[in-house]
């Protein structure tokens, strides 16, 4: 059996699209594993499904590399609001997509009939360490120490449907040896359903710089909740000013985050590589 794929990504954080209006696919998380490796398989960060919504217009599911099932994905969510878009299953300005951590709505930005990015309303920052989860005390863990690997540093821990524990640090973040870092923050006994960990060098007020170790997938070269939780971090730091534009510049390209009283909102883009199919 042959399953047709849309290979799309935003700011380099990519993944394989599967339109599950028009297929079945049986077990993803196999399939994740066995089409992201870049030698073996398609190549990309994991799998996402595109599939039917009862309270949407579509549905997201999104498997890391792993196969694990993640909660959000925000580069992912406006590569499903451009795809449903272009291809119209909804084409209007507005589009909504059910995922695991509820319906995001995504304003699309269109150039000559074509979605080329959007912005996403991604809800509230959680901010609580039992709903993101991270084994902290108290109602905020922000600038709280934790040792990783035999060394202190200072953690501020967010949720966006994924959790993420953001790392501030003074160097540039392209001199960090990440593939050595970031497994020991993913599987840190304080983080039970393992972490996303941001490294972040602060630019000026309005400017971040960022590198992602992600779970399940390792380090990617953008991550959209990522940079959402690194807004939020830095305006609870007191590095970024509440309710204003951060750009965050990462390996992949630059990402807009607004923190608001009300929610997060993430601008980027959203590009189309290639399409073709695969036996299942």
Not at 203 to 227: F, K
Request: with cysteine.
């Amino acid at each position: 059996m042959k399953l047709n794929f849309t290979k799309m990504h935003g700011c380099g954080n990519d993944y394989i699209y599967f339109n599950c209006f028009e297929q079945e696919i049986a077990d993803p998380a196999a399939l994740a594993v066995r089409l992201s490796d870049r030698h073996f398989g398609v190549g990309g960060d994991g799998v996402i499904l595109i599939c039917p919504s009862e309270t949407a217009d579509a549905k997201m599911r999104m498997f890391n590399a792993d196969g694990s099932e993640g909660k959000m994905c925000g580069n992912g969510v406006r590569c499903v609001g451009k795809y449903v878009y272009d291809s119209g299953i909804a084409a209007k300005p507005e589009v909504a997509i059910e995922t695991l951590s509820g319906i995001k709505i995504l304003r699309m930005k269109v150039e000559d009939g074509i979605a080329v990015g959007a912005t996403v309303n991604m809800g509230a920052a959680v901010l609580n360490p039992a709903e993101i989860p991270a084994r902290f005390d108290g109602d905020t863990a922000v600038s709280v120490p934790l040792t990783v690997g035999g060394r202190d540093y200072s953690v501020t821990c967010v949720s966006m449907g994924n959790p993420h524990c953001v790392v501030f640090v003074d160097a540039d973040v392209n001199t960090l040896d990440l593939p050595k870092i970031g497994p020991s923050f993913e599987r840190h006994e304080a983080f039970p359903e393992q972490v996303n960990t941001e490294f972040i060098r602060v630019i000026d007020d309005h400017t971040l710089q960022m590198r992602v170790w992600e779970r399940g997938s390792g380090e990617t070269l953008a991550c959209g909740t990522g940079a959402c939780a690194a807004a939020v971090a830095a305006v609870l730091n007191g590095f970024c000013p509440k309710g204003e534009d951060i750009t965050i510049h990462l390996l992949g390209g630059d990402l807009t985050i607004r923190y608001t009283d009300e929610a997060v909102f993430l601008t980027g883009p959203a590009a189309t590589v290639f399409e073709g199919s695969v036996d299942a």
